[in-house]
């Protein structure tokens, strides 16, 4: 339908009804024919006379307004080329999308904008925690060296060491970083049996796998570098934890068992050694006796042999003597006299029996 064709023959168009409808206050006049489209020209024409009116001085060349503008696109450029780079980060300074060499160390910094740009990467030290998540999470639970399956919750620390490769060479590098982690871990954990990472070597494990993970990042250039591995936590599957439990104990029980029995060991040992010792001492003691006294007993019959050689007689006679000594010493002794005049048995006083007696009796 014409726009000069409406219902009720008053020609308003799509600037509404009348001669009062348009955006400029009155609609286009159709010059030609009935039917006839509006003049673009015309339109454009009467949009500039009225911009020319809303500016100041009537559209004419004003210098304090063009010297506004002028400060307002400086004062706009400045704020955009003028950046600060806080003191945990570094920045990296692009030139038409390129990146330069140069980083930006943590300060006041100018660059030409918009034909160079600024990408700037926090470098505090940053904690990312893997497994432990929510009750369908798998992503804790590893299969170990001896086939069991363990829950592993560990925390990787690291920071950015090169800005420019963590922006523009990794698109993701967290979570590339939580990714490298997470098969790191695995393949740790399935090189070794599951008491040692339960307890007996969580320390190897974790310098085992930073080791792996570091390769990884500085193959990928990802501009990254991890300061430590925390092992937060190791446990079997709570399906299972009870069955493991019950063989932990059996573990302990054995480990109580086995040092039980070193201690006994250790201890008939150690007596058994203490005996033999005592043993040795005794018959090294018995040794030195006996061969003392034959030393001495050979001596005593060397001195008794030279002094019979000197005087055979005497010392046979003496021998005689002190031989009768130790025999006659202990026992009964009746005298006898012999001879014609012999009176038999002689009494005599055992004045050394008496004596011993006298001595009893006190």
Same mark, same amino acid.
């Given at each position: 339908?014409?726009?000069?064709?409406?219902?009720?023959?008053?020609?308003?168009?799509?600037?509404?009804?009348? %001669? %009062?409808?348009?955006?400029?206050g009155q609609g286009p006049r159709p010059n030609g024919p009935q039917g006839t489209p509006p003049d673009l020209e015309d339109i454009i024409r009467r949009g500039q006379d009225r911009l020319r009116r809303a500016l100041p001085g009537g559209g004419r060349a004003n210098p304090a307004f063009f010297v506004l503008g002028a400060l307002a696109l400086l004062a706009l450029w400045v704020v955009q080329a003028?950046?600060?780079?806080?003191?945990? #980060?570094?920045? /990296?300074?692009?030139?038409? =999308?390129?990146?330069?060499? #140069?980083?930006?160390e943590p300060g006041l910094h100018f660059h030409w904008w918009p034909v160079e740009t600024v990408e700037k990467a926090n470098t505090a030290e940053k904690l990312v925690t893997i497994g432990g998540g929510s009750a369908g999470s798998n992503s804790g639970l590893m299969l170990s060296g001896d086939q069991n399956i363990v829950n592993v919750v560990f925390s990787v620390a690291y920071a950015v060491s090169d800005p420019k490769a963590y922006l523009f060479n990794v698109s993701d590098p967290e979570e590339t970083? &939580?990714?490298?982690?997470?098969?790191?871990?695995? *393949?740790?954990?399935?090189? &070794?049996?599951?008491?040692?990472?339960? &307890?007996?070597?969580?320390?190897?494990?974790?310098?085992? /796998?930073?080791?792996?993970?570091?390769?990884?990042?500085?193959?990928?250039?990802?501009?990254?570098?991890?300061?430590?591995?925390?092992?937060?936590?190791?446990?079997?599957?709570? *399906? /299972?934890?009870?069955?493991?439990d019950e063989v932990q104990r059996a573990e302990q029980d054995e480990d109580r068992f086995v040092e039980e029995a070193n201690q006994y060991s250790n201890q008939q040992l150690g007596q058994a050694r203490g005996e033999a010792a005592q043993v040795r001492e005794e018959a090294a003691a018995y040794k030195n006796r006996v061969v003392q006294e034959a030393e001495g007993e050979a001596q005593r019959f060397v001195s008794v042999y030279e002094e019979y050689a000197k005087a055979p007689d005497v010392t046979r006679k003496r021998l005689f003597l002190e031989t009768m000594e130790r025999v006659l010493k202990d026992?009964?002794? /009746?005298?006898?006299?012999?001879?014609? %005049?012999?009176? =038999?048995?002689?009494?005599?006083?055992?004045?050394?029996?008496?004596?011993?007696?006298?001595?009893?009796?006190?």
């Open positions: 339908m014409p726009w000069n064709n409406q219902s009720g023959g008053g020609g308003g168009g799509p600037w509404g009804g009348g %001669n %009062n409808g348009g955006p400029w003028i950046y600060t780079v806080q003191p945990d #980060e570094l920045a /990296v300074e692009l030139r038409f =999308g390129k990146p330069k060499d #140069e980083i930006s970083l &939580r990714q490298i982690a997470e098969s790191a871990m695995r *393949e740790a954990v399935g090189r &070794r049996p599951a008491q040692d990472i339960f &307890r007996d070597d969580r320390q190897g494990i974790a310098e085992a /796998v930073r080791g792996i993970i570091q390769d990884s990042l500085d193959s990928y250039g990802a501009g990254l570098a991890v300061t430590a591995i925390s092992i937060e936590d190791a446990a079997p599957p709570r *399906e /299972v934890a009870d069955a493991f026992s009964n002794k /009746v005298i006898i006299e012999q001879g014609s %005049n012999g009176q =038999g048995v002689v009494p005599y006083l055992p004045l050394p029996e008496l004596q011993r007696r006298a001595t009893g009796g006190n």
